[in-house]
């Protein structure tokens, strides 16, 4: 019965020396459960902070310089394509690029000129901020041959010239992360050729 006893008495201890009876399991133990801490904070601020990918849209375009001749046929336009960004987030973020492509729609359509946005904007935290991408349109002899001397007549019969713009690839930075929100985002416009 003394063995018994001391057999049972073995058990016991060797029962309370487990994994966390030890200097080495607690410190293992309260690393875990830190790191899960951690984590449960990171998803709260990211469900706080964090709304979604903002949405774009082409709002419109402010024109800055319109040249055309008809003959020899040669269209020059400098204008900005005004882009909304809508921010959900509780946070601000930065664009740091937008591109664009300018087509002339009438018969085949034809890239007549492009857009960006190369230094980039902030929209503020929840809010529905307005960008300018700077937008070329060339077309002449060198550059676009085909589409020249129809849209120096539009510009001759119209006063304007139809073009769609279609937005594409805008890069943009939230917390720490790249994104870029894929379009393309179309609109279609009248340039004013004078």
Known sequence: STQKAMMRMDVYHH?????????CGQLMCAIC????????????????????????????????????????????????????IDNPNRISIRIRNAFANIYYPVGTKKKVGNADLPQGATIE?????????????????????????DMASDCTRLGYIPVDIE??????????????????????VQLKCT
Request: proline share 6%; with cysteine; charged share 20%.
């Open 15 to 23: 029962e309370k020396k487990g994994c966390l009876h030890t200097c």
């Open 33 to 84: 459960i830190f790191i899960l801490l951690v984590a449960i904070a990171l998803a709260i601020a990211a469900a706080v902070i964090y709304r979604g990918i903002p949405s774009t849209e082409v709002k419109s375009v402010r024109m800055r310089n319109a040249n055309f001749t008809p003959l020899p046929a040669t269209v020059s336009m400098d204008f900005d394509i005004v882009i909304e």
């Open 125 to 149: 935290q929840q809010s529905i901020s307005e960008v300018l991408m700077a937008a070329k349109l060339r077309a002449n002899a060198q550059e676009n041959p085909s589409a020249a001397p």
């Open 167 to 188: 937005v594409y690839d805008v890069e943009l930075k939230l917390l720490e992360s790249y994104y870029t929100i894929d379009g393309p985002f179309l609109r279609s």
